[in-house]
C-alpha cells in the first residue's frame, strides 16, 4: 500500500476514475485541489505522502515539492508529446492512435523521466468524450502501472530521448482559435467536424452566427440536409444544423463570446442561446428515435429492436437533462414500452447516462427557481414511468458515468449493468439539494438505511466495483465501450429467451403492488419535493449560490472539506 496524494485542478471524470481505482486497490488516498503553491505546501506537510500524483494538471508543481518528493503527472499523450493541447492536436490531425504518459515533474514541462505509457485507438468523437473513455481507460492502466513501479524496489524510469524509435511524440503550441477557426467556404465535413470535435468542450470554436461571436460546441455529421456553407438550416433538439460544402454538421450547443466588462457566459443549447436573433423561418426537421437510429443524423433518442429486446438510447450534452429533454425521453419511453418487447435496456452508446438537472438551462430561465421545480419534476415522471411498467424487464446499460438524480434514474430499472470503468456519484449534498427521483424508496431497497444516509452524506465517488459490492449496481462488464455493448446485447436476448422471464415479471408486478400497498410512491415524491421546494424557492439556501458557481466554473478557494476526508 502507498501513501499517495492526488493534486489536480479539478475532482473532474478522470481524477474520479483514478481515485477509484487506486483505492480499489487499498492504496491511501489524499487529494488537494491545486489552488496555491502555499495551499499545496501545507497539505504536503500535513498529509505526508509517498507519492504524489497529478492526474489532471495545468499549472507547475513548485519546485521545492518535486524536488523533495517523487511527483508523477498524467499527460494524455504518447512518449515524447510536449504543450497544453496534446488531444486538440490529435484530433484535429486525425491520429488513427494516441497515447498517456505518466512522467516525473521536472524543471522542463512534460520532459521528465517517464514512468509508464498506454497507447490507444482515437474513437471520432469529441474531445471530452475521447477525454472520458480512451484517455481515461489508458490513464487509468498507466497510472496503475506507474504506481506498482514505483512500490518496487529498483525501477529506474525511462529519460525522454527522442532518438529512441518509440518516442512519437513533439512539442507542439498552444492550439488557438486561429487554427480552430472554420472557413465555411472551403472546408468540407470531414474537416469541419475534426475542428469542432477537437475544441469540445473546451474552448469551443470561435465563430459568428447573425452578427454575434459564439462558441461552438459539439459537431456530429448530417446525411440528408444540405444548403448554401455556412447558413444554418434546421433545427432540432435544441442544436442548430449548419451546411458545409459537401454536406452539414449540427452543433448541438453555444456558448455567447463574452463581451469586454460584461458578465460571464456559459453554454447553452444552440437554439437557446441564439434565441430570438433564430430567423424563424428555419424549419424544425424532427426525426423519430427509430430513422435516427439507421441515419447518420444528430438525435439526442434513438431506438431498436433486436427480436424481443428494445434498446432506447440517449445523448445529452454533459449528462445534464433538462424539463425539454426529461419529456421527450418520457415520451420516447412510454411509445417503447407499447412495443411487442420483454426487455428494455436503456443508455446512451459511450458517454455519461445522466447527470440529473441542467444546471445552465435553469440559471440561463427567466425563473431559475421556477424552472428547477419544473425540470425535477419532469425527472420524476420519466422514473416514475420507469418504475410502473410491469410488463418489461428494464435494464439500466451504464456505458458512461453517473451522478445525483442520473443515478437514481438509473435506480429505476429492475437491473443495473455497469461498464467496469463507470463512477457513480450517488449524492445531491454538493449542491445543496435534499434530491428527489424517488431515491429514498430506491436507494435504501438496494443498500440499506444505513449506507443510503453514508453515501449522500459523505458525497464520495463509488466504482462500479465498489458499487456492485454495495448492491449498488447488479452487473460490472470488462473492456471498452465497444466491448460492453456487445456484452449486454448478448446477455439482455439470454434474459429475454430465458424460460424464467415470465415468472420475474410476475414477481416484478406483485412486489411493486406490495411496496405501493405498504407506501405509496406518491408519498416518496410528495415528502422528497417538499425538501426540494424548500431548496429551491426558500431564502438563504445554498442551492442558487451553488449552482451559479458550477454553471460559471468558480474555482473553490480552498480543497473542499468533503475531499480532505
Given at each position: 500500500m502507498v501513501r499517495?496524494?492526488?493534486v489536480a485542478?479539478?475532482?473532474?471524470?478522470l481524477?474520479?476514475?483514478?481515485?477509484?481505482?487506486?483505492?480499489a486497490?487499498?492504496?491511501?488516498?489524499g487529494?488537494e485541489?491545486?489552488l496555491?503553491?502555499?495551499l499545496l505546501?501545507?497539505?504536503?506537510a500535513?498529509?505526508r505522502p509517498?507519492?504524489?500524483?497529478?492526474?489532471?494538471?495545468?499549472?507547475?508543481i513548485?519546485?521545492?515539492?518535486?524536488?523533495?518528493?517523487?511527483?508523477?503527472i498524467?499527460?494524455p499523450?504518447p512518449?515524447?508529446?510536449r504543450?497544453?493541447?496534446?488531444?486538440?492536436w490529435?484530433?484535429?490531425e486525425?491520429e488513427p492512435e494516441?497515447?498517456?504518459t505518466?512522467?516525473q515533474a521536472?524543471?522542463?514541462m512534460?520532459?521528465g523521466?517517464i514512468w509508464a505509457?498506454?497507447?490507444?485507438?482515437v474513437?471520432?468523437?469529441g474531445?471530452?468524450?475521447?477525454y472520458?473513455?480512451?484517455?481515461a481507460d489508458?490513464?487509468?492502466?498507466?497510472?496503475?502501472?506507474?504506481?506498482d513501479?514505483?512500490?518496487?524496489?529498483?525501477?529506474?524510469?525511462?529519460?525522454?530521448d527522442y532518438?529512441r524509435p518509440d518516442v512519437?511524440g513533439?512539442?507542439?503550441?498552444?492550439?488557438?482559435?486561429?487554427i480552430r477557426r472554420i472557413?465555411w467556404?472551403?472546408?468540407?465535413t470531414?474537416?469541419v467536424?475534426?475542428k469542432?470535435?477537437a475544441?469540445?468542450?473546451?474552448?469551443g470554436?470561435l465563430?459568428e452566427l447573425y452578427?454575434?461571436?459564439?462558441?461552438?460546441?459539439?459537431?456530429?455529421?448530417e446525411?440528408?440536409?444540405r444548403g448554401v456553407?455556412?447558413?444554418?438550416i434546421?433545427?432540432?433538439d435544441g442544436?442548430?444544423?449548419?451546411?458545409t460544402?459537401?454536406?452539414?454538421?449540427w452543433?448541438p450547443?453555444?456558448r455567447?463570446r463574452?463581451v469586454?466588462g460584461?458578465p460571464?457566459?456559459f453554454k447553452?443549447?444552440?437554439?437557446?442561446?441564439?434565441?430570438l436573433?433564430?430567423?424563424?423561418?428555419?424549419?424544425e426537421?424532427p426525426?423519430?428515435?427509430?430513422?435516427?437510429a439507421?441515419?447518420?443524423?444528430?438525435?439526442?433518442?434513438?431506438?431498436?429492436e433486436e427480436?424481443?429486446?428494445g434498446?432506447?438510447?440517449?445523448s445529452f450534452?454533459?449528462?445534464a437533462?433538462?424539463?425539454?429533454q426529461?419529456?421527450?425521453?418520457?415520451?420516447?419511453?412510454?411509445?417503447?414500452?407499447?412495443?411487442p418487447?420483454?426487455?428494455?435496456?436503456l443508455?446512451?452508446?459511450?458517454?455519461?447516462f445522466?447527470?440529473g438537472?441542467?444546471?445552465?438551462?435553469?440559471?440561463?430561465a427567466?425563473?431559475?427557481?421556477?424552472?428547477?421545480?419544473?425540470?425535477?419534476?419532469?425527472?420524476?415522471?420519466?422514473?416514475?414511468a420507469?418504475?410502473?411498467?410491469?410488463?418489461?424487464?428494464?435494464?439500466s446499460a451504464?456505458?458512461?458515468?453517473?451522478?445525483?438524480?442520473?443515478v437514481m434514474?438509473a435506480?429505476?430499472?429492475d437491473?443495473?449493468?455497469?461498464?467496469?470503468?463507470?463512477?457513480l456519484?450517488?449524492h445531491?449534498?454538493l449542491?445543496?439539494l435534499?434530491?428527489?427521483?424517488?431515491?429514498?424508496?430506491t436507494?435504501?431497497?438496494?443498500v440499506?438505511?444505513t449506507e443510503a444516509?453514508r453515501?449522500t452524506?459523505e458525497?464520495l465517488?463509488?466504482g462500479?466495483?465498489?458499487?456492485?459490492?454495495?448492491g449498488?449496481?447488479d452487473?460490472?462488464l470488462?473492456?471498452?465501450?465497444?466491448?460492453?455493448w456487445v456484452s449486454?446485447?448478448?446477455a439482455?436476448?439470454?434474459?429475454?429467451?430465458?424460460?424464467?422471464l415470465?415468472?420475474?415479471?410476475?414477481?416484478k408486478?406483485?412486489?411493486r403492488?406490495?411496496?405501493?400497498?405498504?407506501k405509496p410512491?406518491?408519498?416518496?415524491?410528495?415528502?422528497?419535493?417538499?425538501?426540494?421546494?424548500?431548496?429551491?424557492?426558500t431564502?438563504?439556501?445554498?442551492?442558487?449560490e451553488?449552482r451559479r458557481?458550477?454553471?460559471?466554473?468558480?474555482?473553490?478557494?480552498?480543497?473542499?472539506p468533503?475531499?480532505?476526508?
Amino acid at each position: 500500500m502507498v501513501r499517495i496524494l492526488l493534486v489536480a485542478n479539478a475532482f473532474n471524470s478522470l481524477t474520479q476514475r483514478v481515485y477509484t481505482a487506486l483505492r480499489a486497490r487499498d492504496h491511501h488516498i489524499g487529494i488537494e485541489l491545486a489552488l496555491g503553491d502555499d495551499l499545496l505546501r501545507a497539505r504536503v506537510a500535513a498529509f505526508r505522502p509517498e507519492l504524489i500524483l497529478a492526474p489532471m494538471l495545468t499549472t507547475a508543481i513548485p519546485i521545492d515539492i518535486w524536488s523533495a518528493h517523487t511527483v508523477l503527472i498524467v499527460h494524455p499523450g504518447p512518449k515524447g508529446d510536449r504543450g497544453p493541447s496534446s488531444l486538440d492536436w490529435a484530433i484535429h490531425e486525425g491520429e488513427p492512435e494516441w497515447g498517456v504518459t505518466v512522467l516525473q515533474a521536472a524543471e522542463e514541462m512534460d520532459a521528465g523521466p517517464i514512468w509508464a505509457s498506454v497507447s490507444f485507438t482515437v474513437a471520432p468523437c469529441g474531445k471530452s468524450e475521447l477525454y472520458r473513455n480512451e484517455v481515461a481507460d489508458a490513464a487509468v492502466q498507466a497510472v496503475l502501472l506507474a504506481v506498482d513501479r514505483f512500490d518496487e524496489d529498483g525501477f529506474e524510469p525511462e529519460p525522454l530521448d527522442y532518438h529512441r524509435p518509440d518516442v512519437l511524440g513533439q512539442l507542439r503550441p498552444y492550439h488557438d482559435q486561429q487554427i480552430r477557426r472554420i472557413d465555411w467556404s472551403t472546408d468540407d465535413t470531414a474537416v469541419v467536424l475534426r475542428k469542432l470535435r477537437a475544441a469540445d468542450s473546451q474552448p469551443g470554436v470561435l465563430d459568428e452566427l447573425y452578427g454575434r461571436e459564439y462558441y461552438l460546441h459539439g459537431g456530429h455529421g448530417e446525411d440528408q440536409l444540405r444548403g448554401v456553407p455556412g447558413t444554418v438550416i434546421a433545427v432540432r433538439d435544441g442544436a442548430i444544423c449548419r451546411a458545409t460544402v459537401d454536406g452539414a454538421v449540427w452543433v448541438p450547443q453555444l456558448r455567447p463570446r463574452r463581451v469586454s466588462g460584461g458578465p460571464p457566459t456559459f453554454k447553452q443549447p444552440a437554439t437557446d442561446a441564439l434565441g430570438l436573433d433564430l430567423p424563424a423561418s428555419i424549419p424544425e426537421v424532427p426525426v423519430t428515435p427509430s430513422s435516427a437510429a439507421i441515419r447518420e443524423t444528430w438525435s439526442e433518442l434513438r431506438y431498436r429492436e433486436e427480436g424481443t429486446v428494445g434498446y432506447l438510447e440517449f445523448s445529452f450534452p454533459g449528462g445534464a437533462m433538462s424539463t425539454r429533454q426529461c419529456r421527450n425521453l418520457l415520451a420516447a419511453f412510454q411509445q417503447a414500452a407499447t412495443r411487442p418487447v420483454d426487455v428494455l435496456v436503456l443508455g446512451p452508446a459511450r458517454d455519461f447516462f445522466s447527470n440529473g438537472i441542467h444546471l445552465n438551462v435553469i440559471e440561463a430561465a427567466e425563473d431559475p427557481a421556477e424552472e428547477s421545480w419544473l425540470n425535477i419534476n419532469a425527472m420524476n415522471d420519466l422514473v416514475e414511468a420507469v418504475l410502473t411498467t410491469t410488463d418489461k424487464f428494464v435494464i439500466s446499460a451504464l456505458a458512461g458515468n453517473a451522478a445525483a438524480g442520473g443515478v437514481m434514474f438509473a435506480l429505476a430499472a429492475d437491473e443495473v449493468w455497469c461498464r467496469e470503468s463507470v463512477v457513480l456519484n450517488p449524492h445531491y449534498r454538493l449542491m445543496g439539494l435534499h434530491g428527489s427521483e424517488y431515491w429514498t424508496y430506491t436507494l435504501p431497497q438496494r443498500v440499506g438505511a444505513t449506507e443510503a444516509e453514508r453515501l449522500t452524506r459523505e458525497a464520495l465517488p463509488l466504482g462500479a466495483r465498489d458499487a456492485a459490492a454495495l448492491g449498488l449496481v447488479d452487473r460490472v462488464l470488462p473492456g471498452s465501450a465497444e466491448t460492453f455493448w456487445v456484452s449486454i446485447r448478448r446477455a439482455a436476448a439470454e434474459l429475454a429467451g430465458s424460460p424464467n422471464l415470465a415468472n420475474r415479471l410476475v414477481t416484478k408486478k406483485q412486489r411493486r403492488a406490495a411496496d405501493e400497498a405498504a407506501k405509496p410512491l406518491a408519498a416518496y415524491r410528495s415528502a422528497e419535493l417538499a425538501q426540494m421546494r424548500r431548496n429551491f424557492f426558500t431564502a438563504g439556501e445554498p442551492y442558487h449560490e451553488r449552482r451559479r458557481n458550477f454553471v460559471y466554473k468558480v474555482r473553490p478557494t480552498q480543497t473542499p472539506p468533503h475531499l480532505l476526508g
